[in-house]
């Protein structure tokens, strides 16, 4: 509903992540080749392969926080809303707020659940004051999205670190959304929880399609086919096939994909 | 099947060996702090009194208390920490959370350690030479407060560069991907979660400061002075020159005296360093993630 009210008001890009001829140098070791991605607006798109195959290196590069490593060399492009994050008159501060990153390890601020959302909301509205009121808003509408509300909503000025792992993951997401982000990225965001964590982080991320682009990298292709729309298959570096996502687990085009989906390799 | 064997009892043995061997060495370590202790207790606690603390050497420094020598020593100390916390955290900082890997920041690095090294007569004579002489401060609390503050510095951004690398890079990973500066995600994370391992860091380098002689002794510390300090450009006593002075310069010293100087310097000490691990294991407790 809210994705239909955003498309009314302005145009909106029919892809949120477009990238082109992206090619990227770890000092002199090449990680990724030629991708071409077009990723759609407002939809769930995994990224599978083996370790090594540069889905984290792609997703890294989404919200460039690869060069801070200082060795990492970049060409082409990433249009994300058809700018490129690469120009040299993109502010990275604008970069981190319109792209939100959660990862493998759930790492919440040690301060309190309710700090830890308005953190994000802090460092960009420096300026604006907000009442209390605002802020308990912005507290409720973030973790009602995540479903985690009820869980916490007596305990909010507990500290996020001290809540379950499941939890501290939903926090990290929930953090992410007052400063509204029109792309999330996800590394492997279920892989440090139990599987009781990764069904709910999963209906979560489901719960989230159509208002947020969403870019996950995940190692378990069963969740790669229950919670993505559509899904990128990586090998060496490379982009393999692009489909919706039961295509690609039904019918594969290429025969790699074909061999890593079933167990052949990977 | 599972009987012990010749070899076991053998290793066995020389296992023991060397743990008896390992317990005695620590045991060793303890016998001179316990002795020194239990002789300045024994030889100088009789003198210890609130007259003692708070009233003037008199007769020559044969009698009397310690008064403008304790005040002094805490004047330096103070004066001390003012100029070295603020220089040291913030280069800590720096090294820590902003500087790379370069050969730049291994200079720095390097004079660091070099720095920890230097005998404390030469930042003795340095203090002379450039506080002193240079600047013009003359022998003074400043002077005094200056050379121990470069002195202590090592400790102090060593100290501090270890309670700041103790804070997970998660946090700093999660502020930076939110789009947080440098410097927002060091207010408001790392040095929140820093800042009880460097007051620990700093309450250490007071518990030292106090005890320092040399570099006091050319640059500050007098030898009697019948006046309490006004401010930062007098002369004063020092606690450590003046157990110097009573215990070897002065003749017709009763022997309580400079034991009742010493217990009162190292109860200093102590306390502070106490005052330092409570409030480690306080913030510590308090610590969760």
């Known amino acids: 509903m809210n994705a239909t009210a955003k498309a009314m008001s302005e145009p909106v890009a029919e892809y949120a992540i477009r990238t082109s001829k992206l090619n990227l140098w770890y000092g002199t070791f090449q ?21 090594g195959c540069g889905k984290s290196t792609l997703l890294r590069s989404v919200n460039r926080i690869n060069e801070r490593l200082g060795y990492v060399r970049i060409e082409g492009n990433i249009d994300v809303m058809d700018k490129n994050i690469y ?31 308005l953190f994000g909301h802090r460092i960009h509205n420096k300026d604006l004051k907000s ?16 479903l985690l509300w009820d869980k916490v909503k007596d305990r909010l000025n507990q500290k996020g670190t001290e809540l379950s792992l499941e939890e501290q993951q939903k926090l990290c997401i929930a953090r992410l959304l007052p400063v509204k982000p029109s792309v999330l990225l996800m590394d492997e965001p279920c892989s440090a929880l139990d599987p009781k964590g990764t069904a709910a982080v999963e209906e979560l991320i489901w719960e989230l399609r159509g208002e947020y682009t969403i870019l996950i990298v995940t190692h378990n292709m069963a969740q790669a086919r229950r919670a993505s729309e559509e899904c990128i298959f990586m090998l060496m570096g490379k982009v393999v096939e692009h489909q919706a ?15 890593y989906i079933e167990g052949r390799y990977g | 099947m599972f009987a012990e064997s010749a070899l076991n009892i053998r290793n066995k043995r020389v296992q023991n060996l060397f743990r008896i061997l390992f317990l005695m060495m620590t045991v060793l370590l303890i016998i001179p702090v316990v002795i020194i202790l239990a002789t300045l207790v024994a030889k100088g606690g009789s003198i210890i009194s609130i007259d003692f603390l708070f009233t003037d050497p008199t007769n020559g420094m044969t009698a009397g208390g310690i008064f403008p020598a304790l005040l002094g020593t805490v004047w330096i100390v103070a004066v001390a920490l003012l100029a070295s916390v603020p220089l040291g955290v913030a280069a800590a900082i720096y090294l820590n959370e902003y500087a790379g890997d370069n050969w730049f920041t291994r200079i720095i690095q390097l004079a660091i350690i070099n720095l920890a090294g230097v005998p404390s007569i030469v930042h003795a004579l340095f203090g002379v030479g450039a506080f002193v002489i240079f600047f013009g401060f003359g022998t003074s609390i400043l002077a005094a407060s200056l050379t121990l503050a470069i002195m202590t510095l090592p400790v102090v951004i060593v100290s501090t560069r270890e309670s700041l690398r103790a804070v997970p890079q998660a946090f700093r990973e999660a502020c930076w991907n939110m789009g947080a500066t440098r410097w927002q995600t060091i207010r408001r994370v790392v040095l929140p979660n820093a800042v009880s391992g460097i007051l620990t860091g700093v309450i250490l380098e ?30 004063t006593m020092a606690l450590s020159l003046h157990l110097f002075v009573v215990a070897t310069q002065v003749p017709g010293v009763p022997d309580n005296l400079p034991f009742g100087v010493a217990l009162v310097l190292i109860a200093m000490v102590l306390l502070m360093n106490s005052i330092s691990i409570a409030f480690r294991m306080y913030l510590r407790g308090k610590k969760k993630w």
């Open chain 1, 87 to 117: 120009d040299p008159d993109v502010e990275l501060v604008q970069v981190r707020k319109q792209i939100g990153m959660v990862f493998q390890r759930p790492n919440p601020l040690p301060i309190s659940i309710r700090d830890n959302i």
């Open chain 2, 206 to 235: 007071v518990s030292r400061t106090t005890g320092e002689t040399a570099p006091i002794m050319f640059t500050g510390a007098a030898f009697f002075l019948p006046f309490l300090p006004q401010g930062v450009f007098d002369q």
């Open chain 1, 245 to 259: 996502t039961e295509d690609l687990f039904v019918t594969p085009e290429q025969k790699e994909t074909a061999d």
């Open chain 1, 131 to 146: 009442s209390k009121s605002d802020q308990n808003e912005i507290v409720e509408s973030a973790l009602k999205q995540v």
């Open chain 1, 31 to 51: 990680a990724l080749f030629d991708v071409d991605l077009n990723i759609c607006n407002g939809m769930i798109t995994s990224l599978i392969g083996p370790s």
